[in-house]
């Protein structure tokens, strides 16, 4: 699994289920300010915030932006609500690996949503918009889904220059900080066994 951070809660997910690349996109919503794709062609779209505000998606993707399962080109999505009527909180199931997007959350995630998204192999959360947690609810967050790799999200960028810096979060975690990658391949084969893993990405 290949997985690219686009900026603010936006990633970019390549997965080879079968014997085609499957391209999934998540948020791909237009930012105000910084570097962003104008156009993306991906053969699954999730939006965690309803689809309002989108770029523009090249071809005809499937898209996701409502609480149910589905199995799609070889990937399972399941989606559960999220703390209001327009969010929701994604789970991705492909190459025997699990992945959770929280989306823009800043409250603490409910019993409903923890039977969902717990112990997942990767979780994208976000650690630093003015609109989500701060570096320890982030945390708080983290331990509650107990997964083997975190990835932070919405952090201070380009697109985002009065969010928190990751470092907050990487603090709080008791994590240093590490150059951050552009991209990371992920194999079953790969995860930590026990410690934690925290990676930080750059912006693609």
């Known amino acids: 699994m290949h997985i690219s951070w686009l900026g603010n809660t936006a990633f970019r997910i390549q997965a080879k289920p079968f014997d085609k ?19 993306l ?10 689809e309002k505000d989108s770029i523009t998606l090249s071809g005809s993707p499937f898209v996701m932006l409502s609480p149910g399962e589905i199995e799609n080109k070889g990937i399972l999505v399941t989606a559960v609500q999220g703390h209001d009527a327009s969010q929701i909180m994604v789970r991705i199931d492909a190459e025997q690996l699990s992945l959770a997007h929280l989306g823009l959350i800043n409250k603490q995630l409910t019993n409903e949503q923890l039977e969902v998204l717990s112990e997942v192999d990767i979780l994208l959360v976000p650690v630093g918009h003015p609109d989500c947690f701060d570096a320890e609810a982030a945390a708080k967050a983290v331990n509650s889904i107990e997964p083997r790799i975190v990835i932070p999200m919405a952090f201070k960028s380009d697109n ?29 084969k790969d995860l930590p066994q026990e410690d934690m893993q925290i990676i930080v990405l750059s912006k693609e």
């Not at 690349?21 to 156009?39: A, H, L, M, N």
């Not at 220059?161 to 240093?176: I, K, Q, S, Y």
Request: some cysteine; proline content about 10%.
């Open 41 to 50: 062609a991906p053969d699954i779209c999730l939006y965690t915030r309803e």
């Open 160 to 188: 985002d220059p009065n969010a928190r810096p990751v470092e907050d979060f990487l603090r709080e975690m008791g994590a240093t900080a590490n150059t951050p990658e552009k991209k990371v391949i992920i194999k079953k």
């Open 21 to 39: 690349d499957i391209d999934i996109v998540i948020d791909p919503y237009k930012q105000s300010k910084g570097e962003f794709p104008r156009s």
